[in-house]
């Protein structure tokens, strides 16, 4: 059975729910090619036993040959004020910025199978000098708020070093090393922090000498760090059990004080201090299963349903009722406070096949909607997934 077979087959699965994962080739590819693991909703059985956490001895970051010059003074992100719309309806994948409110795709990329057998990523980095998006040779990135800065990894992963890239001039401005190879990375909401997971081995690529349902993944830590000065600390944070895929990436809270590991299980996310220490969770944090989370003022919460869908219902937190049920298949990012970045089929067609033809989306909270880009397969190799950030 060959590749396409895998991805059809699980498409198919998943057409029940009316919700299809942008990044669903990645999934699929991720997987041995003899056994097609496509990750369900989640459950609400807690998952037995705790996650084995080690936590590391600080180690002083150092920075390569571009972090010669004198250390500046750390600075609040500039943010724009443009909240504009911008749409690119003529491209199947992006050429032109797509935005609106305060958030833009600053980045996107494709998935396909490499040599390995793992997920390669194609990246495509917005250029501010033309207002497009240019194709990169980085194997993996993220984007600043402010879309002034990039954090770019070269290929192989796991990388040695991190380089801050300008993206005005494209160039890396500081190379930074930790002293452990890095495989994922993502800027704090403050712009000024890196948020490095590290890995013992490639963490696209699956060990297909474990069993299909033992553990996955060789990430060994992780370390934050100041990207004007080059300094942080390692420590040392072992796989979740069971957790989904290989690669276990970590993220931030949304107030930039915590930090957060993916589950299989609910809740859908565990956190831990800066140091590795576990913390609870922060209110309505752990359990989104829409990539959206809270809305900005942390008043609503997008959740999958009712079926048969497509249907998203936002609720108000305050009265614990439904603001909006919108006819989306993902919510995304906000753009605002009332308005969502999110995927969508032709409505009349989302039944069978025809919900993994979709597009990107704005809607807001009484169901208008704006196309954003022309349609894709998302079922296809080589679709595009977006990388949203704080314009």
Known sequence: MNTETHIKDACRDLSFQARVPDDLTER???????????????????????????????????????????????QPVT?????????????????????????????????????????????????????????????????????????????????PR?????????????????????????????????????????????????SFNGPAGSRTGFAVVDTTTGHGAFHALAPYPGAPGTRQDLGWSRSGTLIWAPTETAPAKVFYDLNGR?????????????????????????????KPGPAVTITNLKTGRAAAVLPIEQARAWADDRQLFAVGCAVKKCRETGEFHNRLLLVNLQGKITPLTGYHRSDKLGSWVPVFTHR
């Open 79 to 159: 943010l724009s004020s443009d909240t504009s719309l911008r749409t690119d309806l003529g491209s199947t994948f992006p050429r032109h910025l797509v935005a609106a409110g305060h958030t833009a795709v600053a980045a996107y990329y494709t998935a396909h199978k490499g040599a390995s057998g793992g997920v390669q990523r194609t990246w495509y980095l917005y250029d501010p000098g033309p207002g497009t998006y240019e194709k990169t040779s980085w194997a993996y990135l993220d984007v600043a708020p402010g879309m002034h800065q990039a954090a770019v990894l070269e290929g192989p992963l796991p990388a």
């Open 278 to 306: 576990s913390r609870p969770a922060p209110a309505y944090e752990a359990d989104d299963m829409e990539e959206a989370g809270l809305s900005p003022d942390g008043t609503l919460l997008p959740k999958f349903g009712p």
């Open 28 to 74: 699929v590819l991720s997987t041995d090619d003899r056994k097609v693991r496509v990750r369900r909703p989640l459950t609400y059985a807690l998952a037995a036993g705790a996650m084995a956490l080690l936590v590391g001895v600080g180690v002083a970051v150092t920075g390569g040959p571009a972090s010669k010059a004198p250390t500046r003074t750390i």
């Open 162 to 210: 991190v380089g801050i890239l300008d993206m005005a001039t494209r160039k890396v401005t500081r190379w930074i090393s930790i002293g452990h190879k890095v495989g994922g990375v993502a800027w704090a909401p403050d712009g000024r922090r890196l948020l490095l997971t590290a890995y013992g081995t490639d963490p696209d690529v699956a060990d297909t000498s474990m």
